[in-house]
């Protein structure tokens, strides 16, 4: 089965620095890589996505970018803010109907004011 | 909007007891997951319910039942709780299975002593 790495599980930033968390994937397989940002006691929430027929997607201050050759993706959050402490999740499927979820193993993020 | 409901928030149960852990969603999805998370191995799928009336194994389904009740109903029943089930239990649900957003509940902790 899919087997997702995620790296570092601890990072600290000075606000307004940027953050940048990697995830390694097994399974060439998989197509569809999502990233969910978990707050203090809540569930995960869906931040981004990418399909692999994509190399880079960006909304606002978070981008997205996946090679698929090195089966590698990574989050990039620009111009930190205090708001963005939470710990995140990469994960991989192949999409395809009744494929489920494999989940890295988390990052917490602390931004520093 | 309710989203994702899940009861009781916090449990503690001593080695050998029952209990099961409600689910409601009010999203209409059809698909509906049970993970649980530990330090630093993300979450993991314990059991799934692609649609209505049909339930498969995850990855870490040994010591767990699950019914889907209907469509908006998904339990998990832990028969004969044991210390290695500590852990925080998150209830999901998503349009279908394969590409999408998963919506999480907020979780609930349990304690096996």
């Known amino acids: 089965g899919e087997n997702v790495e995620q790296h570092p599980s601890t990072l600290s930033v000075q606000e307004g620095d940027s953050a940048v968390i990697k995830c390694t994937y097994s399974?060439?397989?998989?197509?569809?890589f999502p990233w969910y940002k978990q707050e203090l006691g809540k569930g995960p929430q869906l931040i981004i996505d990418?399909?692999?027929?994509?190399g880079e997607k960006k909304d606002q201050r978070i981008a997205v970018t996946l090679n698929k050759t090195a089966k590698h993706f990574s989050l990039h959050i620009t111009e930190t803010q205090p708001e963005d402490s939470a710990v995140y999740f990469c994960?991989?499927?192949?999409?395809?109907?009744?494929?489920?979820?494999?989940f890295g193993g988390g990052t917490r993020l602390m931004v520093k004011p | 909007n309710a989203g994702v409901t899940q009861t009781p928030k916090f449990q503690v149960l001593k080695t050998g007891q029952s209990m099961t852990l409600q689910c409601a969603q009010d999203?209409?999805?059809?698909?509906m997951y049970w993970y649980r998370q530990d330090p630093g191995m993300g979450l993991r799928l314990i059991y799934y319910?692609?649609?209505?009336?049909?339930?498969d194994k995850g990855e870490v389904p040994n010591g767990y039942n699950v019914s889907r009740l209907n469509k908006r109903e998904f339990s998990l029943r832990l028969e004969s709780a044991a210390p290695s089930q500590t852990s925080v239990y998150f209830c999901?649900?998503?349009?279908?299975?394969?590409?999408?957003?998963?919506?999480f509940g907020e979780g609930s902790r349990l304690t096996v002593l």
């Open positions: 999901a649900s998503s349009p279908g299975t394969g590409f999408g957003e998963l919506f």
């Open positions: 399974d060439s397989a998989s197509n569809y």
């Open positions: 990418i399909r692999s027929n994509v």
């Open positions: 994960a991989a499927s192949t999409g395809n109907a009744g494929n489920m979820l494999t």
């Open positions: 999203m209409n999805h059809n698909s």
């Open positions: 319910s692609a649609s209505e009336g049909t339930t």
